[in-house]
């Protein structure tokens, strides 16, 4: 969001009003759920505007407990991660594309 400050040469100045910016070609969208999961967790994500991208997830402790990399066409994944064999408690699902990264948190029972 932001908004512009417009100074007169006077001195007196006011405010536009607030907008809303969308990037372009970044990671618009990265969902988990069931949250919090038993046995197998659904990850939906879209690629746009980018072709290669990497899906990892890490423990509390950042120790990397799962990978997949998706190279070729743009467009939304959905990915079933079996996540019944990890450990009770917190990880991080984090994808990442050229474009940058984001990261969401799920709890496994």
């Known amino acids: 969001y932001y908004r512009l400050q417009i100074m007169d040469k006077d001195g007196k100045s006011k405010y536009s009003e607030v907008l809303q910016v969308k990037l372009k070609g970044a990671i618009t969208d990265l969902r988990v759920y069931p949250n919090p999961v038993h046995d197998h967790?659904?990850?939906?994500?879209n690629t746009?505007?980018?072709?290669?991208?990497?899906?990892?997830?890490?423990?509390?402790?950042?120790?990397?407990?799962?990978?997949?990399?998706?190279?070729?066409?743009?467009?939304?994944?959905?990915?079933?991660?079996?996540?019944s064999a990890f450990a009770s408690g917190?990880?991080?699902?984090?994808?990442?594309?050229?474009?940058?990264?984001k990261t969401v948190k799920f709890v496994k029972q």
């Open 90 to 101: 917190t990880y991080f699902v984090q994808l990442t594309t050229e474009k940058g990264s």
């Open 41 to 45: 967790l659904s990850v939906l994500f």
């Open 48 to 83: 746009a505007s980018s072709t290669n991208a990497s899906l990892l997830i890490r423990d509390v402790t950042g120790k990397q407990v799962y990978k997949q990399v998706y190279s070729g066409t743009a467009s939304a994944h959905l990915q079933n991660v079996n996540v």
